[in-house]
């Protein structure tokens, strides 16, 4: 590496970081030996990645299903309009971006979806997973695998103007389903792609995530955070709720009763390549009957919705969705599976 | 409008749902009682698990009138059936017969053999989804070593003339395959007076056995080559897998326990008789084509292929008005999730067929009812069908 070979201390670029006394040399140190995974490399996994890489961990590997499209740049930091000419996957193009932010960081950029039968692979020689990502069915995964390995990870989540965070470690901590037990079944929850989403307000719930991270990774314990944050950054709220009394109180079915429903593979989207041109049906295992006027509301203001007793069609950017009232879909308009997860994740939502 | 609770299931095509009760008891006493390794150990338990073998494949040549009790051969399913006989039987340079009606398990074995030079293939073209004899006449060649054909087709339901096809494959001298998946237990086969050297089937479809259990009949004229070799419970100290029938063919512990279910399910069928189920099949969807008949044609479907009630099977596919509002997938999947009712839509394994009949790539709607389907089923199917017709617009 070309810095490292000029005689410089390495330790050298990170000297404004080394001065806050709280996380000192020996801090730095530590980051430098650090490996994370982030799962999913939109806006959050943008900044996130930023962060980590500037700072000095010294291995980052970056899981990302999706290519770079435009209406990306307005939040996604690392990318640009060249990224979406070339059309490049997230994961590649940021790690391209990041490499000549910082050689000294071992980069590693994963195309794929993550899922029950990789997430072990992806996570578990990782000293700590962030959330990058856009659906509740990833971070219960994530929940699983963190719990199941003792491994730590830190939540984000932003829709609108509005972010929740937290740390959860697992045996120290509530984990995600001691706080969230359940998420609202697919359909019946706002997603950015509905409700929108403000750049801010991505940037500092990732930011909140990666401080933490650093702390995390230097060792430094005592100054994580122990609450579940909730930020408005819109209306001026900021929120801190104690959850540390929950660990150990519920009957989490997760880090109490040690099911891991999602990495088995039990909970989650099914998906199937389907006879015919272009079209992959997702379908919901924990399937509840839809609100098909909710969600044509929330569909109505992004493309055409049409509805009757039986299914709710819904035409967007090239793609045409059939939606059934227990939540399954047909997404037409690609063959890739993982393209049709991301797809039935931002505009049905799961 | 509700999904009832027990749907009504119209999909015994592809696997028999529910069980006659016979079965389940079988299933259910095998497991507690005899669940041995059939033969590989000298005990009580391994006795009557290997009796239990050895009396269903008495049954089955009962059943089809084969030539000998130890020339059924249990396999995985039918696919695993089709493959051992295919791939057992041909030689470099062979030249195969087979059409456009048949199932991947067939087709795509044939394609590879095709595709890698070591045989050249003749694919026969259906009409309404029937063949004729005679068509198997003309693409016989000196090198024709195989004609592998259906019996009744997977997607269509139609009944081909496998008695005739049988004779001129005889006198031609090469070998004939069917492909029995559709018809074994509901289309009277009689091996003794229609000359059929390699006869497949599952277990799990008319026959009322539980997945996991298939069968190939390998008649005197047909010599296969093992690929699967391995333990035959007896005759341990010879180096190679023995030669003679049914162990040259079955290396590994047989399924003991779906055999035992399958067993009872073929007694079930002889009890019944092997048409009273077909014509209780053919009634159900007599009412289906009447519907499309009198009024579905109006909303724009149609029956696929040609409807004789006396050359078919239980199993229909309706081409639908258009792909736009009514992809079969999108019927299937309203069918199940509006009304409660399982059929199977696609292309059923079987693309050349739909390509044939203007059914690919989407496919067709196949329902395919079973002896414990109703009228009421067919009427409740029907009615949704209506429905959709007037409400998916």
Redesign the interface.
């Known amino acids: 590496m070309a810095f490292a070979d000029d005689g410089r201390d390495p330790l050298e670029r990170y000297s404004r970081q080394m001065r806050f006394p709280p996380l000192g040399e020996d801090g730095q140190r530590k980051l430098a030996t650090s490996r994370v995974t982030i799962c999913g490399c939109g806006a959050l996994g943008t900044v996130l990645a930023n962060h980590l890489v500037r700072a000095g961990v010294g291995h980052v590997r970056i899981v990302d299903r999706d290519f770079i499209e435009t209406h990306n740049l307005q939040r996604q930091i690392l990318f640009d309009e060249t990224d979406v000419a070339e059309n490049l996957p997230k994961a590649e193009a940021a790690a391209r971006k990041l490499r000549l932010i910082n050689s000294q960081v071992q980069i590693e950029a994963v195309v794929t979806d993550i899922d029950h039968a990789n997430i072990l692979d992806l996570v578990s020689d990782a000293d700590l997973i962030l959330d990058g990502t856009d659906n509740f069915e990833t971070r219960y995964l994530i929940n699983d695998a963190a719990v199941k390995l003792g491994k730590p990870w830190i939540f984000g989540g932003v829709i609108g103007s509005e972010g929740q965070s937290m740390t959860i470690r697992p045996g120290i901590t509530p984990c995600l389903r001691c706080v969230i037990e359940s998420s609202p079944p697919p359909g019946m929850t706002p997603t950015c792609e509905t409700a929108g989403v403000l750049g801010p307000a991505v940037s500092v719930i990732a930011s909140f995530e990666a401080v933490e991270a650093i702390k995390l990774l230097a060792g430094k314990l005592d100054a994580l955070n122990t609450e579940l944050i909730m930020v408005d950054i819109w209306n001026w709220s900021f929120r801190r709720l104690k959850i540390a009394g929950l660990k150990g109180k519920v009957d989490c079915p997760t880090c109490v009763r040690g099911e891991f429903s999602w990495l088995e593979g039990e909970f989650g989207t099914h998906t199937t390549t389907?006879?015919?041109?272009n079209?992959v049906?997702v379908a919901v295992r924990r399937g509840e009957p839809l609100n098909f006027g909710e969600l044509a509301g929330r569909l109505r203001a992004l493309g055409e919705v049409k509805q009757?007793?039986?299914?709710l069609k819904f035409s967007t950017e090239g793609y045409e969705f059939?939606i059934?009232?227990?939540g399954?879909a047909?997404i037409k308009g690609t063959n890739d599976i993982a393209r049709a997860r991301s797809l039935y994740a931002q505009f049905v939502g799961n | 409008?509700s999904t009832t609770a027990v749907p009504i299931y119209l999909d015994n095509a592809a696997t028999s749902f529910p069980k006659p009760e016979p079965v389940y008891l079988a299933l259910d006493q095998f497991a507690r009682t005899s669940l041995a390794n059939p033969g590989r150990s000298g005990h009580r338990m391994a006795k009557e698990a290997e009796r239990t073998i050895e009396l269903a494949r008495s049954a089955l040549n009962r059943f089809f009138q084969g030539e000998s009790a130890n020339r059924w051969i249990f396999t995985l399913n039918c696919t695993d059936a089709l493959n051992i006989a295919i791939k057992g039987s041909i030689q470099p340079g062979d030249h195969v017969i087979t059409s456009d009606l048949e199932h991947n398990s067939v087709s795509r074995p044939l394609r590879r053999l095709e595709k890698d030079g070591v045989i050249t293939l003749t694919r026969l073209e259906s009409s309404e989804g029937y063949l004729d004899a005679d068509q198997v006449r003309l693409a016989l060649t000196p090198q024709t070593r195989l004609v592998a054909l259906t019996h009744a087709v997977n997607v269509l339901g139609t009944v081909q003339p496998i008695e005739a096809i049988a004779a001129i494959v005889r006198e031609a001298g090469a070998l004939l395959l069917v492909d029995a998946a559709q018809s074994a237990g509901v289309v009277p086969i009689n091996l003794k007076s229609t000359p059929i050297d390699l006869l497949a089937f599952p277990g799990h479809k008319a026959l009322y056995g539980p997945t996991g259990t298939g069968v190939l009949y390998v008649g005197r004229r047909a010599k296969l080559r093992p690929w699967r070799e391995g333990g035959t419970g007896g005759d341990s100290k010879s180096v190679l897998q023995p030669e003679e029938l049914p162990f040259a063919l079955e290396g590994g512990t047989p399924n003991a326990l779906g055999i035992a279910g399958l067993a009872a399910g073929i007694e079930w069928v002889t009890r019944q008789g092997v048409e009273q189920n077909r014509l209780h099949e053919v009634a159900l969807l007599q009412r289906v084509v009447d519907w499309v008949e009198a009024e579905g044609s109006g909303y724009g479907w149609n029956v696929a292929g040609r409807w004789d009630a006396a050359s078919h099977v239980g199993a229909l596919s309706l081409i639908t008005p258009n792909?736009d509002d009514f992809?079969?997938?999108?019927i299937s999947?309203?069918l199940d999730?509006?009304f409660g009712i399982a059929v199977r839509?696609?292309?059923h394994c079987s693309p050349y067929i739909h390509q044939r009949i203007g059914s690919f790539?989407?496919?067709t709607v196949r329902l395919s009812p079973g002896p414990f389907n109703t009228e009421a089923h067919i009427d409740a199917f029907l009615e949704a069908l209506q429905?959709?017709s007037v409400?998916?617009?």
Request: glycine share 10%; hydrophobic share 45%.
């Open positions: 389907l006879c015919g041109r079209a049906q009757n007793a039986f299914m059939t059934f009232p227990d399954r047909i | 409008m792909l992809h079969p997938q999108v999947d309203i999730t509006s839509s696609g292309l790539p989407d496919g429905a959709i409400g998916i617009l």
